[in-house]
């Protein structure tokens, strides 16, 4: 858990563990890592098929040499192996870290896939202290393509920054350019948001550029669940990337957002995507009530016709 990188917008810094033993803020290696690997065996038995994500409660590659020195084995070797042998899970590391060198060694598999999180380079001195710059990130994620893995891309938190004469649509054109030359299978697109406003104030506290959150709304969205930024620049920012990307490589989504705001975007929502086999949806997802829910409601927002 945790992460060395500092970035402004980290939700992790109001994660109540966090908040109550803040040296583990930086991050941690528990003690009974031994009892995580059983678990993911047993997890692994499971018929039906699921996608773990290493990156939520923490950045998912930045720890390989702490699991080196701690266990032995960086945790990239302890976790692939155990997904390439098999052909019915897949896991997904998601990233701000070019720490490439334990996993360069091994085999590449289609059960894995590396998932950067990239912003513009100004955005990133501004609002990221520590992880690399994020053309140093893509540089990671080209090799580790060249060398046969599946990569995707994470383009979040998008800002609608304008100040100290850098403006959001050059630096996001750039980004999507080299996004573009590097052709990863997916792109997810997120905005700037905040569960509460709680994070500005603990982001001060930690030393962080706060600044960041006066550009998000005074009241959480429609459905209660985000402060974000104003609709309307949202849709505007999401149908700038998405025009932009190369779809003809790569696949655009939006992650945890309104079937609306797929519409207003531009965008046939297209169930969860980050379980996507490919660029299909998988047929459990299809069967879910919730789904179908959707799809019966405006057809042409749900999967394709290929997928029915
Ligand atoms: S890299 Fe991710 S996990 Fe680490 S501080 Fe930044 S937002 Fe948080």
Same mark, same amino acid.
């Given at each position: ?127 990221? #202290? ?8 893509? @540089?990671?994620?080209? *090799?580790?393509?060249? =060398?046969?893995? !599946? /990569? ?45 406003t709680a994070l500005g104030t603990v982001a001060a506290k930690n030393g962080r550029a706060a600044d960041i959150f006066r550009y998000l ?11 974000? #930024? ?8 999401? @149908?700038?990337?998405? *025009?932009?990307?190369? =779809?003809?490589? !790569? /696949? ?15 965008l046939r929502f297209n169930g969860c995507h980050c379980l996507l086999e490919g660029t299909q949806v998988p047929r459990e997802l299809m069967s879910a009530g919730s ?18």
């Amino acid at each position: 858990m945790g992460c060395p990188f500092r970035c402004a917008y980290c939700f992790l810094q109001i994660v109540p563990y966090f908040r109550f033993n803040k040296k583990y803020l930086m991050g941690l290696v528990y003690r009974n890592w031994d009892q995580m690997l059983a678990e993911l065996d047993e997890w692994l038995s499971a018929t039906t098929a699921r996608m773990l994500l290493v990156g939520e409660l923490q950045d998912g590659l930045v720890f390989d040499n702490a699991y080196k020195a701690i266990t032995g084995k960086a945790l990239t070797h302890h976790l692939i192996p155990r997904f390439a042998a098999q052909r019915r899970h897949r896991l997904i590391f998601l990233t701000k870290s070019t720490l490439i060198k334990h996993a360069r060694h091994l085999q590449p598999t289609p059960q894995v896939v590396f998932s950067w999180s990239v912003n513009v380079e100004y955005a990133a001195r501004r609002w990221e #202290i520590g992880p690399p710059l994020p053309s140093r990130r893509l @540089r990671a994620a080209m *090799e580790m393509k060249k =060398r046969g893995w !599946t /990569v995707r891309i994470r383009l979040d938190p998008i800002i609608p920054y304008d100040e100290n004469g850098e403006h959001w649509r050059d630096g996001y054109a750039q980004i999507i350019d080299q996004i573009n030359e590097l052709g990863p299978e997916m792109v997810t697109i997120g905005a700037l948001r905040a569960t509460s406003t709680a994070l500005g104030t603990v982001a001060a506290k930690n030393g962080r550029a706060a600044d960041i959150f006066r550009y998000l709304t005074a009241e959480k969205d429609p459905s209660g669940f985000k402060y974000r #930024i104003p609709f309307d620049k949202q849709v505007e920012m999401y @149908r700038f990337v998405v *025009e932009r990307l190369d =779809r003809r490589r !790569t /696949v655009p989504a939006l992650c945890k957002e309104d079937v609306s705001v797929w519409k207003a975007a531009g965008l046939r929502f297209n169930g969860c995507h980050c379980l996507l086999e490919g660029t299909q949806v998988p047929r459990e997802l299809m069967s879910a009530g919730s789904f179908k829910a959707v799809i019966e409601k405006d057809p042409r927002d749900g999967i394709s016709s290929e997928t029915r």
